[in-house]
């Protein structure tokens, strides 16, 4: 290997680029089990994007000790009364920890423990969110403008999607006489 090496993944500020960059979108139609108002959700176009995910595994999934870096953009809008918003998961390796850092926009860190004890952090610009293993996560774009924020988590930890599609959180982010309000799920 030459002794000087340039990187060829390049993360601009707002967006990361190289050869080995992993994107996904998730869309209204992927979203069904998390938004609570199936009737709005029904009324919305199905391919509508509601985020996208960019991010570099340097090592293989499952690697103990490495890392992977991700940038996610979550879109504004609504459901209903409800912000756009990611899925949300434990880590599959409960233990594993996460750190988030907001980069533009303005949004919500909603974290459950594993008795289903719920609270959320506001994310503005480069707000830091540490989130401590056996914490579900999810981020809720609470603004009118793009959400994004880069995250870097341990490549061991997996992702368990099936208990917060199953049983969501406790708490859901809801549009409130105009403002965001962490309410009780009643659903
Ligand atoms: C993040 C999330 C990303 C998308 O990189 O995976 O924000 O959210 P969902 O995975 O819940 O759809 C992260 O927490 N990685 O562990
Ligand atoms: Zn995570």
């Given at each position: 290997m030459a002794d000087i090496v340039v990187p060829s993944v390049i993360f601009s500020g707002t967006e990361l680029t190289g050869p080995a960059i992993d994107r996904l979108s998730r869309r209204i139609g992927d979203l069904?089990?998390?938004?609570?108002?199936k009737a709005a959700l029904a009324a919305m176009p199905a391919a509508q994007t509601v985020y996208e995910v960019a991010s570099y595994?340097?090592?293989?999934?499952?690697?103990?000790?490495g890392l992977f870096f991700g940038i996610t953009y979550i879109h504004p809008g609504k459901v209903g009364n409800e912000y756009f918003m990611t899925k949300g998961h434990f880590h599959k390796l409960r233990d594993r920890g996460e750190m988030y850092m907001t980069i533009e926009g303005e949004g919500m860190l909603i974290l459950m423990d594993e008795n289903r004890q719920t609270h959320a952090e506001k994310m503005y610009p480069g707000s830091l969110h540490y989130i401590n293993g056996h914490i579900a996560h999810r981020t809720v774009n609470t603004g009118n403008t793009i959400l994004t924020f880069s995250a870097v988590w341990p490549s061991d930890a997996g992702h368990d999607y099936d208990t917060i599609s199953t049983e969501g959180f406790s708490k859901i982010l809801i549009e409130k006489d105009g403002k965001p309000a962490l309410v009780e799920n009643n659903l």
């Open positions: 069904n089990d998390i938004f609570h108002d595994f340097p090592v293989p999934d499952g690697t103990e000790a």
